[in-house]
């Protein structure tokens, strides 16, 4: 064989095991990435079931401060939490020292100063269990329960990017109206034999305050992230217009992903994915209404986006509103972290897994039955939405590894 000749069999054999070797990187760090998954998964369902215990072992730090200092850019609380059932048990049973009127939005909800200056918002109970809430799939008034189920999804999913929620039971009489500011206490009223108030808030009136049973009044405790952590408000790029006859450009453009690529925070870092964990996560609850979202300030794109405001949700099982999975169906992209765990919840596992997770909370049962199977159902039409988009562009496209290393330091 001549010197040229060996030269170039040499070369050939030298691509085919550089070829061989990344290839085979490849699988060995893809396959070690769903070990990975798997055994997350199995921690996540080994700590389901939170009890509410108002103990702290070896630490001298009050709950309020352990629940700060899980806070970073991509995480609100960590993967494993022991503490989390002291911090939800002190959210549902701490002495309230202030109520005044909630922060600016559209719905009904108080902001709350619980002992040791932690705040929260209480959501009330405006609906029964079972009531549908029929019409447009952001009608109707806030759920207070959909923010706590909410929640457990999102640790059940693994993203860990929604705040603590629990339930709580409050004596409007004994415990809200001593310490009200006077702005929250003139909308305080008695219909029949039960207290009620109706708060301000853009859409708040008089003639349709939320009422307790007597003094009690049950509702929702959503954690307030700490201060060192201002938020930033963005406009949701899949938002809906709210008018009847308009549509937006997503709504009616095949090529709107493509758009939203170019636009900055999309064009780069996690943004984007977030989005469609959010789209998947908000089509399993049945919540159309996330029109903005937070993310934290000044993160240019890095911080995750945050999963507030889950109220808008559970209100009709009946109803699977698909244009909530507009960012999947249109990117055709998804984590292959988020891939993962939906195929582990396959099978009725989420259903179980949400009802267990619920089953600690003091305003327990917290969702309906019909609620509880329109869970698996949907996750099936996820699942099947990502295969159609890799039987049409590969999978190779369609799972994006995107992991990101999360520092509790």
Not at 142 to 160: S, T
Not at 282 to 302: K, P, T, V
């Amino acid at each position: 064989m001549k010197l040229k000749q060996r030269v170039v069999l040499l070369a050939i054999l030298l691509v085919i095991f550089i070829f061989t070797k990344v290839f085979l990187i490849d699988n060995l760090d893809t396959s070690a990435a769903n070990r990975e998954d798997q055994r997350a998964f199995h921690r996540m369902m080994a700590s389901l079931h939170v009890e509410l215990d108002p103990r702290l072992d070896h630490t001298l730090q009050s709950p309020w401060e352990i629940a700060a200092q899980w806070v970073v850019p991509r995480e609100v609380y960590p993967e494993e939490t022991p503490e989390l059932g002291a911090v939800m048990h002190a959210m549902t049973t701490k002495k309230i020292i202030k109520a005044d009127v909630g922060y600016k939005g559209t719905q009904l909800k108080a902001l709350l100063i619980l002992e040791g200056g932690q705040k929260v918002v209480f959501k009330p109970k405006r609906y029964a269990r079972d009531y549908v809430v029929e019409g447009e799939p952001y009608a109707g008034y806030d759920r207070h329960n959909a923010e706590v189920a909410a929640f457990h999804l999102d640790r059940i999913l693994g993203f860990r990017r929604a705040p603590l929620v629990v339930g709580r039971f409050v004596n409007l009489r004994t415990e809200i109206k001593p310490v009200a500011t006077e702005q929250l206490l003139g909308t305080f009223m008695t219909v029949g034999n039960n207290t009620c108030f109706y708060g301000k808030c853009y859409y708040c009136r008089e003639t349709e305050p939320a009422c307790a049973d007597g003094d009690i009044m049950e509702g929702s405790v959503t954690l307030w992230l700490p201060d060192v952590w201002p938020l930033q408000k963005h406009r949701h790029p899949w938002g809906r217009t709210y008018r009847e006859g308009k549509l937006a450009r997503w709504e009616y453009d095949e090529s709107y992903c493509d758009a939203v690529k170019k636009t900055s925070p999309y064009d780069s870092g996690p943004r984007l994915l977030d989005i469609i964990d959010t789209a998947i996560f908000d089509y399993l609850i049945g919540n159309a209404d996330r029109h903005h979202y937070e993310s934290f300030q000044d993160d240019e794109g890095a911080s995750m986006l945050i999963l507030l405001d889950n109220a808008k949700s559970f209100g009709n099982p009946a109803l699977d509103e698909r244009s909530i999975l507009a960012p999947l169906y249109q990117c055709c992209i998804i984590r292959v972290s988020t891939w993962n765990r939906l195929n582990y919840l396959k099978n009725g596992v989420l259903r179980s897994a949400l009802k267990t997770a619920m089953s600690h909370d003091p305003i327990s049962p917290v969702l309906s039955d019909p609620h509880l199977d329109a869970l698996d159902q949907r996750l099936l039409s996820i699942l099947a939405t990502v295969k159609q988009c890799t039987d049409q562009f590969g999978p190779d496209v369609v799972l994006v590894e995107d992991r990101m290393t999360l520092s509790h330091l």
